[in-house]
């Protein structure tokens, strides 16, 4: 007999041996067990009990039928269910983009419809029949129209544009889409049909007022739809925002799909799909521009229009808000009097009134780019806004125009510093950014310490500083690439994915990391970036990791956070956007826990355990008052919660020009 081993210890005894006949394993529930072959043949094996230190002693009575055997093959197999199975669970757990898998992704459907890279019209021609034949069909069938009664669709081309609220690069599609429409032949109007259909990435955008307020702060005049059970995404196998499908006319098959920088052939395509039909197959008549349909949670403000940001001048008492849906910025006390407006003033470009019945979304009459005076200065949805105590000046992040501007407070007047060192006017910048890139920068917010203005690009998902001499350096991050790695020695490596608040202390810059929902911290002395709280612990470059949830580090769980400030005893106040909730945050103990707001969608004013936020997306701090002062964007309103009590009001303006003595603020009682 040729002794194998033995297993020591309580439980399952599990030793791997060898015969001629197989591999495998004897399991036995013994306390101490030896497994001995005779003649390397399983049949002999026979099971010893040893109760002390003892030798083992043969023929201790115990029949084979104690010994389960297991091959090396069925092992295999049990681990790897035991994998597969736990790897299910963990992933539905803590990964939030599987409900946006599909086997159609899986398999690479919609990728095959990318249009090819040569430029050669008859490839593309014979590119387009093929999806005439065997293009995915897209389910448009369970749409949810958001903002237009269901559309007649019949005998068009569709062109539909797949975007999500989240995603700062929809602004730039839009305006590739209606260039396009626009510059199409009148007598083709008709037989395109442009549709954009919402598919949320986060829970709250899958909420029909939230597209709502979201498609009327951009002015859209299309069609707008929800996929609210992702049956079109699945159905085609869409893996990224924003994709533009064109669809044939009638059974929805997709002709060609279009993602990134792609999109800029859409004009190319659309001529391309269109030429496959005969006039006589296609609708010539003018699609009707659709009768878009008010959002109805909006508790309309006389005087703010979707504000975003604000900032303080502690020592001259001073708010600076960013009324984003105006184009302007307003400068009040920090009890709401009027002191001065920069931007904002009216305009009027007449369009053809053919074409005009055509536009994707209508421009604000207040929109535009253009230096000089506060009263003759223009922006464009312009968001984060930071106060220059040292030079009296206001820092703006003109998100429309893809550039910094600065307002010096004591000129009274406005310049512009742009990203490109190569092109010395900014508005040009502005326009080479707009037409020809599909990924413009879209600077969102601005911070300043010693000197420096810290600037967040969430869409080249990158952080630039310009110095106290004026010259723009890039800080942070890599460009065009969204992720989210730390660091611990250097700028050069570290990802985000889309930074849109920044706060600025002596040795640190915060930044809210939006599209990963997190909060994260550059040393400015070390040159390290670190995760101060939320963000995946397992799954690193999981940038689906949201929720609602205290905690600490990873532990913790924000929905696209967008604002941030300092505030007393080393802490931070965060705006929790898609939560609907201010969240205080300790750095040195990553520690985060909720401020205020209940988290549920509404206007209420009272105590922090009843008060309601629609999407805040700014906050700001004041010591001497004790009162954090938020941006409520789709309720229109500044809101003010009390640092010792967190009960929450509203900002009563007065003494605007345009509004007399008193701008009206609505019940805090109605219902939400």
Not at 10 to 31: H, Q
Not at 90 to 111: D, N, T, Y
Not at 570 to 594: F, G, H, M, T, W
Request: hydrophobic share 40%; net charge neutral.
């Amino acid at each position: 007999m040729t002794k194998i081993g033995f297993v020591e210890g309580v439980g399952l005894g599990i030793k791997v041996f060898e015969s001629g006949r197989r591999r495998g394993l004897g399991v036995c529930r013994r306390s101490r067990l030896v497994l001995r072959v005779r003649n390397r043949n399983l049949d002999d094996v026979r099971l010893d009990e040893k109760e002390d230190d003892d030798d083992v002693q043969e023929g201790s009575g115990l029949e084979d039928s104690d010994v389960i055997i297991v091959s090396r093959r069925e092992l295999l197999a049990a681990f790897l269910a035991a994998f597969i199975f736990a790897s299910t669970i963990l992933a539905a757990q803590r990964h939030s983009s599987i409900r946006r898998w599909s086997f159609a992704a899986f398999s690479g459907v919609l990728r095959e419809r990318y249009p090819p890279t040569s430029g050669n019209s008859v490839a593309l021609a014979r590119f387009m029949m093929e999806g005439i034949k065997s293009g995915p069909i897209s389910n448009l069938k369970n749409l949810s129209w958001i903002n237009v009664q269901p559309p007649r669709l019949k005998d068009r081309l569709l062109l539909v544009h797949i975007w999500r609220i989240s995603d700062v690069r929809t602004t730039d599609v839009m305006t590739r889409l209606e260039k396009v429409i626009i510059g199409m032949k009148k007598e083709l109007f008709g037989a395109v049909a442009t549709l954009s259909v919402h598919c949320a990435k986060f829970n709250s955008e899958r909420i029909p007022p939230f597209i709502q307020e979201a498609a009327e702060e951009m002015r859209w005049r299309h069609s707008v739809a929800s996929d609210t059970d992702l049956s079109l995404w699945k159905s085609i196998g869409a893996e990224v925002w924003p994709t533009v499908l064109i669809l044939s006319p009638n059974d929805h098959r997709v002709l060609v799909a279009l993602t990134g920088d792609t999109i800029g052939r859409l004009e190319e395509c659309l001529y391309a799909s269109l030429s496959l039909y005969k006039k006589a197959q296609l609708q010539t008549s003018s699609f009707p521009l659709p009768k878009v349909m008010k959002p109805s949670m909006t508790w309309d403000s006389p005087l703010l229009r979707y504000p975003s940001r604000i900032a303080m001048d502690a020592k001259g008492g001073r708010l600076f808000i960013s009324d984003s849906g105006n184009s302007r910025i307003l400068v009040t006390t920090l009890e709401g009097r009027f002191l001065m407006q920069i931007g904002g003033a009216a305009r009027t470009d007449p369009m053809d009134a053919e074409v005009a019945q055509h536009v994707l979304y209508s421009e604000g009459e207040n929109e535009g780019f253009r230096d000089g005076s506060f009263q003759d200065a223009l922006f464009r949805n312009p968001q984060g806004i930071a106060f220059n105590a040292l030079k009296n000046e206001l820092a703006v992040a003109d998100t429309g125009n893809n550039c910094l501007r600065i307002a010096n407070l004591e000129e009274r007047s406005v310049r512009s510093v742009n990203f490109v060192s190569s092109i010395k006017d900014a508005g040009e910048v502005a326009k080479e950014l707009t037409t020809k890139r599909m990924t413009s920068p879209k600077p969102w917010d601005v911070s300043v310490s010693s000197g420096n203005v810290y600037i967040s690009l969430a869409g080249s998902n990158t952080i630039w500083r310009l110095d106290p001499f004026g010259d723009m350096i890039h800080f942070c991050g890599r460009t065009g690439v969204a992720g989210r790695v730390d660091v611990e020695s250097g700028y050069g490596g570290a990802l985000f994915a889309s930074p849109s608040g920044l706060c600025a202390t002596q040795s640190s810059l915060f930044v809210v990391d939006s599209d990963s929902s997190t909060v994260r911290e550059i040393g400015l002395g070390e040159k390290s970036v670190r995760t101060v709280v939320g963000g995946d612990s397992i799954f690193l470059g999981n940038l689906s990791a949201f929720g609602d949830r205290d905690g600490f580090g990873s532990g913790a769980r924000l929905q696209m956070p967008m604002g941030i400030c300092s505030a007393p005893e080393d802490k931070l106040l965060v705006a929790d956007s898609y939560n609907n909730k201010i969240r205080s945050v300790v750095p040195s103990e990553n520690e985060c826990r909720e401020f205020s707001g209940t988290g549920l969608t509404g206007y209420r004013d009272g105590p922090k355990e009843v008060a309601r936020f629609f999407c805040p997306t700014d906050v700001v701090y004041s010591d001497k008052l004790k009162k954090a002062y938020v941006t409520d964007k789709n309720n229109h309103q500044i809101r003010v919660i009390d640092g010792v009590t967190g009960d929450v009001s509203t900002l009563r303006f007065f003494g605007f020009p345009d509004f007399g003595e008193a701008a009206e603020t609505p019940s805090t009682t109605a219902p939400s």
